[in-house]
Every structure is written in C-alpha cells, then in structure tokens.
C-alpha cells in the first residue's frame, strides 16, 4: 500500500460524494436482502439518521472532515452499538450488505482494500456478545 493512500484514504475513495453513494446503498441493502433482516430489525423505520451519521463518522475515521465527533463529541462507537446485541450473525449481515456497497460504489483499487480491511477489523471488534 502506498503512502499516499495509507495518509489520506478518504481522498483516495473520491472524498463526500464517493462515502454518501457507499452508505446510501449500504442501508438500501439492508432494508432489502432478506439475510439482513436480522440487523434490520434493530433499526428505526427511516434510515435516513443512520445514513448520516454513517457518512459523517466515516467522514472523520477515513480522514476527511470529523463531521461526527463535532457534532456528537468523540464516537466511542464500540459504546454506542451495547444497547443492540451484536454477534457473528450480526456482524456477517451487516458485512454482507457493506461488501455488496463496496462492489458497487467504489472502483478497485488500493484504497478500496486498504477501507475494506479496517471496516472488517471494525465490524468484528463491535462485536458484543458470543455467538
Ligand atoms: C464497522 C462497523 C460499524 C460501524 C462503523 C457502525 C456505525 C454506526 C453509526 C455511526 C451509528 C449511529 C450512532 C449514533 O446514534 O450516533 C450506528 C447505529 C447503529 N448501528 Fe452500527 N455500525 C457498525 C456495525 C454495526 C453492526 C455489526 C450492527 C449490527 C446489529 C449495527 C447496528 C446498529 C444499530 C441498530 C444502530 C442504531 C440505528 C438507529 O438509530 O436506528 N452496527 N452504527
């Protein structure tokens, strides 16, 4: 992975325009595909606060703009996901409906990988229950 990408991913996913494609079809996902009923059901009817505060917190972690931590203060997301349980079923669903976004949002490349491998690594560490 070069530098570049490793210092400004979120410039080298394409910036705000790239992210909101990827977290619009991210939850148009979720609210479509029958294996992810099991997380869709956790979350409100509108997905529309989801969708922004998704946006914004990649936004800040990639790189670009804290737009979540300046208006929410800092994420502690881990903290943030206790009141759902969150297990390998959960995760794998919300992982699914995300590497399907990925494919269709976001040309191959380096800072497509280097993104798809923090997301894993985060989506597993939000895990809070066993099994
Ligand atoms: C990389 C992993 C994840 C990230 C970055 C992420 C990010 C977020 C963000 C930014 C919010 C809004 C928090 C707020 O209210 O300020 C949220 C809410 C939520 N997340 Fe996640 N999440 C992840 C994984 C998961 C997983 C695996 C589940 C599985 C159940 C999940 C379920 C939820 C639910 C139910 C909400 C509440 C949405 C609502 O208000 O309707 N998240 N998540």
Redesign the pocket.
């Known amino acids: 992975m070069s530098e570049a990408v490793e210092t400004d991913l979120y410039g080298a996913l394409g910036g705000e325009a790239a992210l909101r494609q990827l977290v619009a079809r991210f939850y148009a996902l979720m609210d479509e595909l029958p294996e992810a009923y ?2 869709r059901k ?3 009817d ?2 529309g ?2 969708r922004e ?2 946006f ?3 936004s800040g ?1 990639l790189g670009g703009p804290p737009l ?1 931590e300046s208006k ?1 203060g800092h ?1 502690r ?1 881990r903290a ?2 206790m ?4 297990g390998v079923a ?2 794998d ?3 699914l409906c ?1 590497a399907q976004a990925f494919d269709e949002t976001l040309p191959p490349g380096p800072a497509r990988d280097a993104f798809w491998e923090r ?2 690594a ?2 597993d ?3 809070n229950r066993e099994g």
């Open positions: 099991v997380i956790l979350h409100q509108d997905l606060s989801a505060k998704l914004e917190y990649f972690w979540y929410y994420p997301m943030r996901h009141p759902f349980a969150i959960e995760r669903a919300w992982l995300m997301v894993v985060l989506a560490w939000m895990r």
